[in-house]
């Protein structure tokens, strides 16, 4: 069963529901991290954004791709020199330390990454490692820009053992990639679903990419099917932004002929096991509208609801953060103006204190 939701705009939602999630976060420690251009700690309760980081913690480094390890004792985040060379490394804080009340960054640990340049990793749900889309650092991939090659590997904190994965072709990895199963969903190479676009007239379809399958256990690659934002809820259900060919029947006119069509996308769920797939959520707005969700979906550490962002400001610049509950369909606010797009990187996890 899937929901689609009518957006009035400035909606706070269902309040019972904001109530249910402020004695939950409670009870079972929630933390939610967003890491885009910056990164925040979610107050749920009063609805807010805080930032980590402060202004002058900014000033040589730019912060984002933040993740929190799934028993909340790390945050780890990509630190992107300002200065030459543009490359970024990740960097560990004890997050639980940190929330407690030490609030500085200056027990950052650095791992030894300093010869890759990092854009995207994913932490091992059951062990203490972290997928790390990479590339060697050289001055000849500097010089080629966009056209340089990242490759996939696993990063071992134990024995700090950088090993490469026998992924090929990587286009993306994000955050809550890696399931309880020991599997790490990414896209591949972009292939703009070219067929496609030649057996619908030419319309300018999005660019959605292939995405694919790592097994560590058997380390096979499985090529599933064309999707977007792939992560894992708790129980091991796939999660991806779908754009079928029969959807095509539900695009709506462009607003002038430059901007193309807008594309009204669909969430599903996907078992690997059985090959069921059920529709999770339908957009009424056109993607790039306010309102619509087009954002990485985030699940909540027992599995009952789910966190994704709507679109908001100029062309849906940025995020509306929205909790659903997932057995009834309701939804709350729980945060305006974060950038969750463009991102991926976002945590819900339920810190465990020792």
């Not at 930032?51 to 028993?71: C, F, T, V």
């Amino acid at each position: 069963m899937g929901f689609s939701f009518p957006f009035t705009g400035g909606d706070l939602g269902d309040e019972n529901l904001h109530k249910e999630l402020i004695r939950k976060a409670e009870e079972q420690n929630w933390e939610i991290i967003i890491g885009g251009n910056r990164v925040y700690q979610i107050d749920i309760g009063k609805r807010k954004k805080i930032p980590i980081m402060s202004i002058a913690e900014q000033r040589d480094y730019s912060w984002g791709m933040a993740s929190l390890s799934p028993d909340g004792q790390w945050l780890a985040l990509a630190r992107g020199k300002k200065r030459p060379p543009f490359k970024t490394d990740i960097v560990l804080l004890n997050w639980r330390r940190f929330r407690s009340g030490a609030k500085s960054l200056q027990d950052l640990i650095q791992l030894p990454l300093l010869d890759y340049d990092i854009e995207g990793f994913a932490w091992a749900p059951t062990k203490h490692s972290i997928a790390i889309k990479a590339r060697k650092w050289s001055d000849e991939n500097q010089a080629r820009g966009r056209d340089r090659k990242y490759d996939a590997y696993e990063f071992l904190f134990d024995t700090h053992e950088m090993k490469k994965l026998p992924i090929k072709q990587i286009s993306s990895l994000k955050a809550n990639a890696w399931s309880v199963e020991n599997q790490l969903v990414y896209k591949s190479v972009d292939n703009s679903l070219e067929k496609l676009d030649a057996e619908n007239s030419g319309k300018k379809l999005p660019n959605i990419s292939e995405l694919a399958l790592y097994d560590f256990n058997s380390q096979k690659i499985t090529n599933l099917f064309s999707g977007d934002f792939p992560s894992w809820s708790p129980k091991g259900l796939l999660t991806y932004l779908d754009f079928p060919k029969e959807d095509l029947a539900v695009l709506a006119p462009p607003k002038n002929p430059d901007e193309g069509h807008q594309y009204k996308d669909s969430y599903y769920t996907y078992n690997l096991k059985t090959g069921e797939k059920q529709l999770l959520i339908k957009n009424e707005q056109p993607r790039g509208t306010n309102g619509a969700i087009f954002s990485p979906i985030v699940w909540s550490p027992d599995a009952k609801y789910i966190l994704y962002g709507r679109q908001s400001g100029f062309t849906g610049s940025t995020d509306d953060l929205y909790v659903m509950e997932i057995a009834t369909g309701k939804e709350t606010l729980v945060c305006r103006g974060v950038d969750m797009l463009f991102s991926g990187h976002a945590s819900w996890v339920a810190i465990k204190e020792k």
